[in-house]
């Protein structure tokens, strides 16, 4: 036990110390782009009409078709020219006669790393405009047809990134463990059908990646994923791109293997790593690192080419069972170590580096998807440890190898959910405007917080002069319930108005907040309460505010 007692320990330290890494040295990226600025500013109230609007991001963006929208007093929307982007900068010329009053830019975009970002802010021409106390992130749910915020992309393209992490890996590993630890075996038809079956699924799911991606942009059903105007939009974007690439990557690699023996002799046995290396920059383009820059885009690539190397190993190794010889054991058992540790750091890093706090490991989706991850890897460490005890007792570690193989592909589904999950956003300064008319209207709506309770939202009044909203959290008894944080967005879904984030403040016991709805009509609020039960509990209701 003392060889397995030995490495645990190293890579115990390891881990600590990419973790105490990333904390004190985490780069302030996120990765999806966030607004910072606009021109005018949110809420600003103008003497004529602006030139042009400007919005600004935290990286280059992509417009989509109609995404961007002015809608004046009434929800109606104003015609515009059509908005232009360079880099991270967003300019939309504005009508030279647009008429006095309060306006509401509502906007959706795609960040480079593929994933759209919608949000709402406000100006008023000669009249006072309801400031949008914070920047939305929100996109509208497709599956309730209401607009809210949904942390994650639909299923089909979560279920198709996963496909292509996993087909990259069987190509990618199994062409490892013949070139470097078991030439011998290139002739296995179980690898023969591991490497095809990677080559076609990889090639597969960068074509429905493409096909899905334009529905996903643009916020539509998934039944326009041959929609020639939206594949257009995709190819267009830094995602098609890569994408594309992508694909041509699998044809010239299923040209050079397509017979595995093939890789061993001539310039297939350095072109065919090289394609490998190449698709896996492709992953890294496809994803976060498209945003993070060179460097950035380097830890992900050198990230998805360690994973593949590892999973797709360990299932050539349980595809093969106890045909495989002592030295390739050993030589494999050196490759997945070195992967191990690579993708330690290069994984914490990466994750981790997305969370402002510590809380949010358990108070996000994306904090908790993260930790599911890690525990995964902490798993198949731990079979990774059997393995390699019993290579030093030898003996043939098949049960421990599937173990981790099944646990390596359980962390690849992991990861892909979890580089569909939007980080929590970085906090921005959020601006409030209070009024209050005593004699005005309220409006109560009373909404359920499931097991934990129930919660009541008064807003008084209930009107475009500016509110006061109060919302009071209690127990299946009716006794005060404790939040640690309580999220509120308010939305126009018949309006198409995206989510608004409203910031709310926690006094004399009770969540209280100001803000000035834009224009009457049925709105939508959304509140996310952390800190009452094992999650973070999401709950909406309906008001309607009157002129």
Partial sequence: MAPLSTTARRITLLAALAVLFSLLFVSPAAAHAELVSTTPANGD???????????????????????????????????????????????????????EGPYVVTWRVVSSDGHPI?????????????????????????????????????????????????????????????????????????????????????????????????????GTSMTRVVDSRLLQETLGTPFGSAMAWRLAFYGILGVLAWRLPRILTGPASWLVPAGVAATAVSIAAAGHGAASGPIGLGIDALHALTAGLWVGGLIALAALGRSVEPRALQQFSTLAMVSVLTLIVTGTLNSLRHLTGLEELWQTRYGLTLMIKLILVAAALGAAGVSRLRLRQHRVPLRSVRTEAALTVAILVVTAL????????????????????????????????????????????????????????????????????????????????????????????????????????????????????????VTSGELTIRA
């Fill in 45 to 99: 109230q103008l003497t004529s009409p602006p030139a042009e609007i400007q919005m600004t991001f935290t990286e280059s963006v992509n417009l989509v078709d109609d995404g961007i929208r002015l809608v004046d007093h009434v929800g109606a929307t104003v015609p515009t020219p059509n908005p232009t982007v360079d880099a991270q900068t967003v300019t939309w010329s504005m009508p030279a006669d647009l008429a």
């Fill in 118 to 218: 919608s949000g709402a802010f406000s100006f008023g021409v000669g009249t006072a405009a309801a400031a949008v106390p914070g920047l939305s992130t929100g996109t509208p749910d497709t599956a309730s047809g209401a607009v809210a915020t949904t942390p994650t992309a639909p299923w089909p393209v979560v279920a198709i990134r996963m496909v292509g992490y996993v087909a990259f890996a069987l190509f990618a590993g199994v062409v490892a463990f013949v070139l470097l630890c078991a030439p011998d075996t290139s002739k296995d038809r179980k690898l023969q059908l591991l490497v095809r079956t990677g080559l076609v699924g990889g090639a597969a799911s960068a074509i429905a990646a493409i096909l899905v991606q334009g529905p996903y942009i643009a």
């Fill in 418 to 537: 979890l580089s569909m999950t939007a980080p929590p956003p970085q906090a921005l300064a959020p601006t409030t405007h209070a009024g209050h008319d005593a004699g005005a209207v309220n409006e109560a709506v009373q909404m359920s917080l499931g097991d934990q309770g129930d919660a009541a939202l008064t807003v008084s009044p209930a009107t475009t002069t500016g509110s006061h909203l109060h919302l009071e959290l209690t127990d299946t008894n009716g006794q005060p319930l404790s939040a640690t944080k309580v999220t509120l967005k308010v939305a126009n879904p018949g309006r198409d108005i995206a989510p608004i984030r409203v910031p709310m403040s926690k006094s004399d016991g009770v969540w209280v907040a100001s803000y000035r709805f834009p224009f009457p009509g049925t709105w939508k609020v959304i509140f996310t309460v952390d800190g009452i039960g094992p999650s973070a509990v």
